[in-house]
């Protein structure tokens, strides 16, 4: 069975979810887990100043925190950060509580210590329009690379497209020394349309109405060829820059004070990394791994004049 999350904006594809999407970690899902970074990022004095927006939580196990990273999605929600300095719930709107825990959405301006969020200025609510600063990951792109061949994207084999046969070329496929990664396209699949019932995961995930994706930094006439043995719906074997093996080597060896979450982003062919803030942490790791296998981003952002 596969099974997919789709992210909004995006309605014509699913991940697979295998080892061979987005993997989070360091996702601060609770209090015994707020990721907060162990350097201060102004070790000169400079007093700089930083926004961002954030969930801001306070519990009966600790005061106000901000939260950039993951929230547990309980009720009330679970997540944890750097302390926030200078906060009261009186002076700002759109909070709730529930069993001791106030919450709500932020945007806030401060400085920050490594340790602490100290605000410089009024804290707004933040609404599902309001702009995030910062670099942000952008939206998961599952659309195929590959031209449509002529005719269409059709099954050629539909002894071959079935789910059995989507496994065994994926277990194949992820065997090969130079295998960087794979996804699923449905955009040819009706079920994916507007006005009609998504819940019907049967429909959504009919193997002859999807597009498999391969990657690979080698050959890939052979690899191709080899996966045509197995698969007979619609593939896309394309070219990557990096093996997933390597990305997730990196992830293993990250340890980057204030990470939020990482993940190989398959399709980009890239190690995605978001932290409290970077401080000079793009180029610390261009330098040791080469430009373009990790990818940076951080949420919080210096405001300059």
């Known amino acids: ?3 997919g999350a789709r992210p909004s904006g995006m309605r014509t ?6 080892p061979l999407a987005l993997v989070l970690a360091a996702c601060g899902g609770g209090d ?6 162990s350097s201060d990022p102004d070790p000169d004095g400079e007093k700089k100043i930083y926004t961002g927006v954030g969930t801001v939580l306070e519990s009966p196990q600790h005061g106000p925190q901000l939260c950039l990273g ?3 999605t309980s009720y009330p929600p679970q997540c944890g950060g750097p302390d926030i300095e200078g906060w009261s719930w009186e002076d700002v709107d759109g909070h709730e509580t529930a069993n001791g825990t106030t919450w709500g959405t932020y945007v806030v301006t401060g400085h920050y210590d490594g340790a602490r969020f100290t605000l410089t200025e009024q804290a707004a609510a933040a609404a599902d329009t309001t702009p995030v600063p910062g670099d942000q990951p952008p939206e998961p792109d599952f659309s195929t690379p590959c031209p449509e061949p002529a005719g269409g994207w059709t099954v050629v084999d539909e002894s071959k497209a079935t789910q059995a046969a989507l496994d065994e070329t994926l277990e194949r ?3 090969e020394a130079d295998y960087a990664g794979a996804w699923v396209d449905q955009s040819i699949n009706p079920a994916m349309d507007d006005g009609l019932d998504d819940d019907d995961e049967l429909a959504m995930n009919d193997p002859t109405m999807m597009i ?3 990657r690979f930094t080698g050959d ?3 690899h191709e060829t080899e996966l045509r043995e197995l698969w007979g719906g619609s593939l896309c074997v394309s070219q990557a820059e990096n093996t997933e093996a390597e990305l997730r080597e990196i992830q293993e060896s990250l340890d980057v004070p204030g990470m939020l979450s990482s993940g190989v982003d398959v399709k980009s062919g890239a190690l995605e990394v978001s932290v409290i803030l ?3 942490l793009q180029q610390q790791l261009d330098e040791q791994y080469g430009t373009g296998k990790v990818k940076v981003y951080s949420a919080l952002t210096e405001v300059t004049s």
Request: aromatic content about 4%; overall charge negative.
């Open 1 to 3: 069975m596969i099974v």
């Open 32 to 37: 015994d887990e707020a990721p907060v970074a």
């Open 70 to 72: 993951g929230i547990a």
């Open 13 to 18: 594809s699913l991940w697979l979810v295998l």
């Open 220 to 222: 890939l006439d052979r």
């Open 212 to 214: 498999l994706n391969v």
């Open 173 to 175: 496929a992820s065997a």
């Open 278 to 280: 970077d401080d000079g």
